[in-house]
């Protein structure tokens, strides 16, 4: 029996991986199908306004499947969990697995390995692959707007974005391209000024350059010099070619750079103005990651206390009642193996720990926000974890 127990282990273990993979990526089609239904709107509106090519479209469509995945991974985790467990209890397996001398213990396993592969791959998602993917999206657009390929005008509405020039459009057809009512009023550094006004007019895409070309039909062109009031002239026009510079709007569009498109030594190294964003950004990173955990914990049977001030409804509504919910802070940590510290509220910066060490069945405490004195922790006996400090 001891010879040939690692083998069966091993192939217990496998089946119970290819249960939980095979619901986890039907689930994460699906999530991830639902998440980037509403992106959807975003691309078509830069493929219809740029004259994107086919691959554009698909680098589009690559840069915004990172973010997607954020998301839906975490609860691919989940849904292959509940399901894939829920499968095996619902055949009596787990039943059959107990008779032999397998415990649900021994389910944390395979469940273990899983929730773990999963974690690694959505913290190279969300670490590596999401700012990236954002920075190129950020490029891509930047690249199409200095191409003249993009210009989103509203029609009446004065356009003052270009440089000594203001636009005016009547109204636009569906994609842009065309106007009708047009106002163009101009001026040269030599003082003299010009009002251009025109039936209709026509984009006209020019690859490569940083202007934008307009093709203007039946209009005239009034020019006068406010300086000499005798120099007025007007002359008229069937059709016209007027280019706009966009050199101006492709450089600050390349300038919005958001944390969001930072790496974490930048994001660390973000002081000033910009710090508590940069902070809020870097642990929404590492939150991705850990859910895989949690949910998989979760779907496994694993018990949570929870206890928040504020927040307990909202909890309520997203984990169900899977979770355990307590009004009392002290009362969430009776009996639980160990303390994990989410929020920084007032009320936990400085708790009864005695009463803490009494209630916990291990006096294990983990700091998510380094609201502790580690020194202190370990001096009462507590066995300490926080965020860049180490342990105790």
């Not at 282990?9 to 998440?35: D, Q, W």
């Not at 169900?320 to 802070?329: A, L, P």
Request: proline share 4%; with cysteine; glycine share 8%.
């Amino acid at each position: 029996m001891l010879e040939w127990r690692p083998t069966r282990m091993r192939l217990i273990n496998r089946y119970i991986c290819r249960e939980l993979v095979s619901h986890a990526l039907l689930g994460l089609a699906v999530f991830t199908f639902v998440f980037f239904v509403p992106q959807l709107v975003r691309l078509m509106d830069l493929v219809v306004r740029h004259w994107s090519n086919a691959g554009e479209v698909l680098l589009l469509v690559a840069c915004t499947l990172p973010g997607v995945l954020s998301f839906s991974l975490p609860i691919a985790v989940l849904v292959g969990a509940l399901i894939g467990l829920g499968r095996l209890g619902a055949d009596s397996e787990i039943i059959a697995l107990n008779s032999l001398g397998v415990g649900r213990r021994h389910l944390l396993v395979p469940v273990g390995v899983f929730a773990l592969a999963a974690t690694l791959l959505t913290l190279g998602n969300t670490v590596w692959l999401v700012p990236r993917a954002l920075a190129e999206m950020n490029r891509l657009e930047s690249r199409l707007l200095s191409s003249q390929t993009s210009l989103d005008i509203e029609p009446r509405v004065f356009q003052e974005e270009f440089r000594h020039l203001i636009l005016y459009v009547e109204d636009s057809s569906a994609s842009g391209r065309r106007w009708r009512g047009v106002f163009l009023a101009r001026s040269t550094q030599d003082g003299e000024s010009s009002v251009t006004l025109s039936q209709n007019a026509v984009l006209v895409p020019r690859r490569g350059a940083d202007t934008l070309q307009i093709h203007l039909e039946n209009g005239a062109t009034h020019t006068y010099d406010p300086g000499d009031p005798k120099r007025y002239t007007v002359a008229t026009f069937a059709s016209s070619d007027l280019a706009l510079s966009l050199a101006g709007a492709a450089r600050r569009a390349a300038s919005e750079r958001t944390p969001t498109q930072e790496s974490i030594g930048q994001l660390l190294a973000t002081r000033g103005e910009g710090w508590r964003e940069a902070r809020v950004e870097l642990q929404r990173r590492f939150a991705f990651p850990v859910a895989c955990l949690v949910f998989a914990l979760l779907a496994a049977g694993a018990g949570v206390h929870a206890h928040d001030p504020a927040a307990l409804e909202q909890a309520r509504g997203l984990f169900g009642e899977r979770v355990c919910y307590f009004e009392q802070q002290y009362d969430a940590v009776e009996g639980a193996d160990a303390l994990v510290i989410v929020t920084e509220w007032l009320q936990f910066r400085n708790p009864d720990f005695p009463r803490i060490k009494g209630a916990l069945r291990r006096p294990i405490i983990v700091d998510g926000r380094n609201l502790y004195d580690p020194a202190k922790l370990r001096a009462l006996g507590f066995s300490y974890a926080s965020i860049g400090r180490g342990s105790v």
